[in-house]
């Protein structure tokens, strides 16, 4: 080894992913310990829903990863978590939805449950790092450190990420920054991981069938935030069932007769209206963010910068103006189309993340 020894925790969710990352480490000649998160009373939701879930975090997750702790010989812990995640996950999530945003649980899920309280219980195992699956690199800089893209830019996560601190970065290992999804997949197969062929989870993990509509009114009830549905002009053109069934930059679903396409252009839950107009009413040239993290300090005053306003929108020039007590204007180079309130906005220069928020 050309390294010393480390007592690494890996974050198993029974995927592909981090199973590589765990064999990798192993191989390396660390002392590897496997550890996954119980975010769901399994029972219950199976018994509450007439399904299991079919995507990350499921209880066959559980057992993959168990399985692959195994197989590679590496003791194994599930911790149980659910308190925790539907706190600061699924309450949020549905909050959000019922103020007239659109969540981002993922991002939440990696702050608070893998970065916070994973990362915390690592340390109770005196472990040097956790390490994770994720699709990003972290670099050392100056005596700091700098989040950047994974070099596979179809599977980069850097924008789920961008919350990360200094001290956590100093922490946290993601072996799989440098590779293809492909080279991972091989790398599975030379391990002969039992989840080699596995396929990928789409859909968020508590609402494994993607009707979050149904999912909300089981969590807060339905009817709560039926009204109307309303042209940029103020004319009334119909009413709706929920709020939470509307998102930016919709246009199917909306049942209502006009002369060109309409799409959701607002949502205002104060007064339970859905807000639509044309196209062109999509586009913004600036937007708000609260609480924002930066990668290092919050810079003194503008700055110049490439923001993600959504996973897989294309970065755009823009000026990103520090407003204080967390927060931040970004004014776009040329108006954007689709941008939500509940979403994140992440910063780039380059493929290093300077610091991301909450768009208001």
């Not at 080894?1 to 925790?9: A, F, G, L, P, T």
């Not at 702790?69 to 949020?92: M, T």
């Not at 950047?148 to 601190?165: E, I, R």
């Not at 009413?281 to 959504?310: D, F, K, M």
Request: net charge negative; proline share 4%.
């Amino acid at each position: 080894m050309s390294q010393k020894r480390k007592r690494i925790v890996v974050a198993m969710s029974g995927g592909v992913d981090s199973s590589v990352t765990a064999a990798l480490l192993k191989e390396q000649g660390h002392e590897v310990i496997g550890m996954t998160m119980q975010i769901w009373d399994y029972a219950s939701f199976t018994s509450g829903h007439g399904e299991t879930f079919g995507s990350c975090c499921s209880l066959d997750d559980v057992h993959d990863a168990r399985r692959v702790a195994e197989s590679l010989d590496i003791p194994f812990y599930v911790v149980n978590f659910e308190k925790d995640f539907q706190q600061a996950v699924i309450d949020r999530f549905c909050d959000d939805y019922f103020a007239g945003r659109t969540p981002n649980p993922c991002v939440l899920c990696n702050q608070v449950l893998k970065f916070e309280l994973l990362l915390r219980r690592a340390r109770e195992l005196e472990a040097d790092y956790l390490a994770t699956g994720h699709y990003a690199r972290i670099v050392a800089e100056g005596d700091g450190y700098a989040l950047c893209k994974g070099l596979d830019p179809a599977k980069d996560q850097s924008y789920f990420l961008y919350t990360l601190t200094q001290e956590q970065m100093e922490r946290v290992l993601f072996p799989l920054g440098g590779m293809t999804k492909d080279e991972v997949r091989a790398h599975a197969a030379r391990f002969a991981l039992r989840v080699a062929e596995k396929a990928e989870s789409q859909d968020i993990c508590f609402v494994p069938d993607g009707d979050y509509v149904r999912f909300l009114e089981e969590e807060r009830g339905a009817g709560k935030m039926d009204g109307e549905i309303v042209h940029v002009s103020g004319t009334v053109l119909g009413r709706h069932c929920g709020t939470y069934r509307y998102t930016i930059g919709q246009r199917r679903g909306l049942g209502i007769a006009w002369p060109s396409p309409l799409y959701v252009v607002g949502i205002d839950a104060a007064s339970r209206q859905v807000l639509v107009g044309e196209k062109e009413h999509l586009s913004v040239g600036s937007l708000t963010l609260h609480g924002v993290n930066w990668s290092l300090s919050a810079p003194e005053g503008p700055l110049r910068a490439a923001c993600r306003i959504r996973y897989r929108h294309q970065e755009v020039p823009s000026t990103i103006t520090p407003l204080g007590g967390g927060r931040a204007q970004v004014d776009f180079d040329q108006p954007q189309k689709g941008v939500t309130p509940g979403q994140a906005a992440v910063f780039y220069d380059g493929d290093r993340v300077l610091g991301g928020g909450w768009i208001e």
